[in-house]
C-alpha cells in the first residue's frame, strides 16, 4: 500500500481509497505503473511503443515495419507485447483490424499468462478484482463485446490461450468500466491502459485529485488540500456538462448515479444551460439532434461551413456560455487546426477560453490545454506577449497536474525561453 492511503469500505460506494495524512495542492499521492498499455495506431512512429517517448529518429520493427522504437532496450522490452501482433499485422495486412480495445485486452491476457505474482499496478487492487458490471451490460453493448472477443479469436489465437467465454465477456467490461486514456499535454489521445489500483478511486463531480501520465504511468495529485481521512476522488467524465447530462453519461458507462454536492445543489446549471431570451423554449430532443449532426458533419470534415451554419443557428438561440455551443466551437477549431486554418482556430479558442474558465474546476486539464493551443498559435502568428501569456498560464495549472517535474512543464519552460 503507497504511503498515506487506506483502503476502505464507503457507504453506497464499496471498495474507496482515504488518505491518511494531509496532501498539499499539486502534491503525489502515489505513482501506478500501467498494468497492461498499447500505443494507439495513429500514433506509430512519432511515439515509443514501450515507454510512450516522443521523439525524432524513431527504430522501426524489423519484421513489421510498423512498431517504432527509442532503442534496443525499448524493443527487446516490448517484444512479448509486440509479438502478439508483429506477425500477424503482416499476414493478414489491410485486413488487420483489431480496435484498441481488442489489442489490449490480448496483452492483458498474456501479462497474465506470464506473471508469477502480484505486479507493482496491483499494491490495492488485483487485476481481477476490478469491477466489471456484467450483469448490467445493455444488448447493445453485449453484441459490441461480442464482436470483440470473435476479433480477438480471429488475430490473436496463435499466441494466445483464451479462457472460456463468459470470462472474455468479463474482462472485456472490467476495461470498458476500467480503462484509461492517455494523454499528452494537449489531451490528444496516445493510448489506452489499465491501472488496477488506479481503478479502485470513486467518481465524484468534485474531485480532490487529478489522474495525469508520464510515460505509460499513471500519477494521482491533489487538486485540492486534503486532511487525514478525505477521500480520494476522481472525475470519470468531463465536468463541463450540466447535472443531468453527466449523470446520463455515468450511467451509460458506469451504472451509478453520482450524488456528490454539485449533483444535489446543480448550482451551476443556470451557466451552464444559458439561453437567450426567445419566445418559444426550445425542446432537448432538438438541442441533442443539433449536436449529433454537427458531430456527424464534423467527423466526414466534409464542411465548416455546416459547422459554422449548425453555430449559427444555436447562436441564435443559446448564449456563447452554453456548454452546447462550448462543444460545438470546441469541435470547429479542431476542424480549423485539422484543415490548417490557425486564424479560425484562434477565433474559436478566444471564445471557448472564458466559458471555459468559468465553468470548469481549478486545475482543470481542458482549461490548460486551452491556453497550450492558444498560446502555441499565438507564437506562431508571431503575436508573441499574448502566447507567452497564455503558455504562462498553461503551465501555472500543469506545474499542479503534472507536478513541477514533468518532462510536459520542462518541454513548456524550454519552448518558452527559445521563443
Known amino acids: 500500500m503507497p504511503g498515506g492511503l487506506e483502503r476502505f469500505d464507503s457507504p453506497g460506494k464499496g471498495r474507496s481509497l482515504r488518505v491518511t495524512r494531509p496532501f498539499k495542492l499539486g ?36 519484421k513489421c515495419h510498423k512498431a517504432f522504437y527509442c532503442n534496443v532496450k525499448c524493443q527487446k522490452g516490448d517484444w512479448a507485447m509486440h509479438k502478439l501482433e508483429c506477425s500477424a499485422m503482416t499476414a493478414f495486412g489491410e485486413n488487420w483490424c483489431p480496435s484498441e480495445t481488442v489489442r489490449l485486452v490480448a496483452r492483458i ?7 508469477k505474482e502480484r505486479c507493482l499496478s496491483e499494491k490495492i487492487l488485483q487485476i481481477g478484482e476490478m469491477q466489471s458490471h456484467i450483469e448490467d451490460v445493455d444488448n447493445e453493448k453485449r453484441e459490441m463485446n ?14 494466445l490461450d483464451f479462457p472460456d467465454h463468459k470470462d472474455l465477456l468479463t474482462l472485456f467490461s472490467q476495461v470498458a468500466c476500467n480503462g484509461f486514456t492517455i494523454e499528452d499535454d494537449e489531451l490528444s489521445h496516445l493510448g489506452t491502459a489499465v491501472y488496477p489500483d488506479v481503478a479502485l478511486i470513486n467518481h465524484s463531480c468534485l474531485p480532490s485529485v487529478i489522474v495525469t501520465f508520464k510515460g505509460t504511468s499513471a500519477e494521482i495529485r ?3 488540500n486534503m486532511k487525514p481521512g478525505d477521500e480520494v476522488l476522481i472525475s470519470y467524465i468531463d ?20 450524488d456528490c454536492q454539485e449533483c444535489k445543489s446543480k448550482s451551476r446549471d443556470k451557466t451552464k444551460l444559458k439561453v437567450r431570451k426567445q419566445r418559444d423554449p426550445i425542446e432537448p430532443e432538438i438541442i441533442s439532434n443539433m449536436v449529433r449532426y454537427a458531430r456527424k458533419a464534423i467527423r466526414e470534415f466534409r ?9 449559427e443557428e444555436m447562436g441564435a438561440v443559446f448564449d456563447d456560455s452554453n456548454v452546447y455551443m462550448l462543444h460545438m466551437m470546441y469541435q470547429a477549431m479542431g476542424v480549423c487546426l485539422y484543415m490548417e486554418d490557425p486564424e479560425g482556430a484562434i477565433r474559436y479558442g478566444e471564445k471557448i477560453l472564458k466559458p471555459y474558465k468559468q465553468l470548469y474546476p481549478p486545475y482543470s486539464l481542458n482549461v490548460s490545454s486551452m491556453y497550450l493551443k492558444l498560446g502555441r498559435l499565438y507564437m506562431g502568428w508571431e503575436k508573441h506577449s499574448m502566447g507567452i501569456s497564455a503558455l504562462k498560464k498553461a503551465m501555472a495549472i500543469m506545474e499542479v497536474a503534472h507536478g513541477k517535474d514533468h518532462y510536459y512543464v520542462t518541454e513548456l519552460r524550454n519552448e518558452m525561453t527559445q521563443k
Open 27 to 62: 502534491e503525489l499521492l502515489f505513482s501506478c505503473p500501467a498494468y497492461s498499455y498499447v500505443l494507439s495506431l495513429e500514433e506509430r512512429g512519432c511515439y515509443c511503443e514501450s515507454c510512450f517517448t516522443r521523439k525524432n529518429g524513431l527504430a522501426k520493427c524489423g
Open 109 to 115: 491476457l498474456a501479462k497474465k499468462k506470464m506473471q
Open 146 to 159: 461480442e464482436a470483440d472477443v470473435a476479433r480477438l479469436h480471429r488475430f490473436y489465437s496463435k499466441h
Open 222 to 224: 491533489a487538486v485540492k
Open 239 to 258: 465536468l463541463l456538462y450540466p447535472t443531468d447530462d453527466r449523470n446520463n453519461r455515468l450511467r451509460e458507462s458506469y451504472y451509478f448515479t453520482c
Open 303 to 311: 464542411l465548416l461551413e455546416m459547422c459554422e451554419q449548425s453555430l
